[in-house]
């Protein structure tokens, strides 16, 4: 079993770049050598030290992808890297554009609700995953052209808005067609 290096960051990892935008074929495919490389299994005739060493190293694998490949968990790390907190648990400020846009969305999901409007729903959330993309734009600018970590980290408590709404449109259209 080849020496897992937990001292790397999630990027160093899989042998990319620091940065939001990111080849995701690349990470996927860095990715699937490593999780063959330490996998588990492969540590089944080891010692049991080295089979939790091979487990905690699958464990730092798969922990490390799910971080990159989510647009929103990937910008949250950078900014850790960063030393930048994202505040989203205690910094609810938002600009008043944003939370009256806000307030708009959930009024249009609870209509759609009541009147049972699948369509409705279906292109609120087709509007909100276009915001959402935009704002994944925003986040690679600021992160990787302006270092704008404050910038970057309003845009994140954002993005999780936005995923927040986007869950509340699809349980919504999930309860609809049951």
Not at 21 to 35: C, G, I, K, N, V
Not at 102 to 121: F, H, K, Y
């Amino acid at each position: 079993m080849n020496h897992f290096d937990f001292s790397h960051d999630h990027f160093t990892l899989f042998g990319l770049p620091r940065a939001y935008r990111l080849d995701m074929a690349s990470m996927e495919t860095a990715f699937r050598a490593l999780q063959t490389q330490y996998h588990p299994d492969k540590a089944a005739s080891l010692t049991d030290a080295d089979k939790r060493m091979a487990l905690q190293a699958a464990t730092r694998v798969n922990e490390a992808f799910q971080t990159l490949k989510s647009p929103l968990a990937r910008a949250r790390y950078l900014l850790l890297l960063a030393g930048v907190d994202t505040q989203e648990e205690t910094n609810t400020a938002m600009p008043v554009d944003f939370l009256m846009q806000q307030m708009e969305w959930r009024e249009a999901i609870a209509d759609a609700r009541a009147a049972s409007d699948v369509d409705s729903l279906e292109a609120l959330g087709r509007e909100l995953r276009g915001v959402g993309c935009a704002m994944e734009t925003e986040l690679g600018l600021l992160l990787d052209e302006q270092a704008a970590h404050a910038q970057a980290a309003t845009v994140v408590r954002k993005l999780k808005f936005m995923e927040k709404l986007e869950q509340e449109v699809g349980d919504a259209i999930e309860r609809l067609l049951d």
